[in-house]
C-alpha cells in the first residue's frame, strides 16, 4: 500500500450513489442496488470513496450508533482489486470509527468471500459469530460470519 496516494481518500455524498451502484454491480455477485446505496447517506453513516484522476474506483460505508460503528459495504472496482485500495479504505474507516468515539467496528462477511476475510483478518477482525444461510448463494445460502475489532 505504500505505493498508493493516501489523498486519494475522499467522503462521499447522495451524488456518488450511481457510480457507486455501478462498482457494485461490477465486484459483487448479489449487489446492493443504488437506493439501498442512497439510503446510507444521513447523520448516523460515513461514505469514504478511492478517486483517481476524478473516478471512483471503490469505497465503503459504515453506520455509527453512539459507540458501535458497523461497516455497511466495503467495494473495489474489480480491475483495481489487488493493488491495496481495500486497505487503505479500511483503514480510514477505522481511523475515523476511532476520531468519532467508536469502541467496537462491526461487519459480516459471506462465508465464501476468502479476499474479505483476508482482508479483514489483516486488520485484526475476529469472527465473533455467525449467521446460518443468511446471505442468498448461488446454491441456496450461504452463512454470514460476524466479525468484530476492538477500537480501544
Known sequence: MSNIDT????????????VMAKIENQAHTHPWSE???RECFG???????????????????????IDEATLLDICVAPEKQGVG?????????????????AVVLMLEVRQSNEAAKYLYGKFGFIEAGRRKDYYPANNGYEDAILMDLSLV
Do not use: N
Not at 461514505?47 to 460505508?61: E, N, S, Y
Open 85 to 101: 485500495f481495500g486497505g487503505l479504505l479500511m483503514q480510514q474507516l477505522i481511523d475515523d470509527a476511532k476520531s468519532a468515539g
Open 35 to 37: 437506493t439501498g446505496l
Open 7 to 18: 489523498d486519494l481518500i475522499v467522503p462521499l455524498s447522495i451524488e456518488h450513489a450511481a
Open 43 to 65: 447523520p448516523l453513516y460515513r461514505a469514504v470513496g478511492i478517486k483517481q484522476q476524478g473516478d471512483l474506483l471503490g469505497f465503503a460505508i459504515v453506520q455509527q450508533i
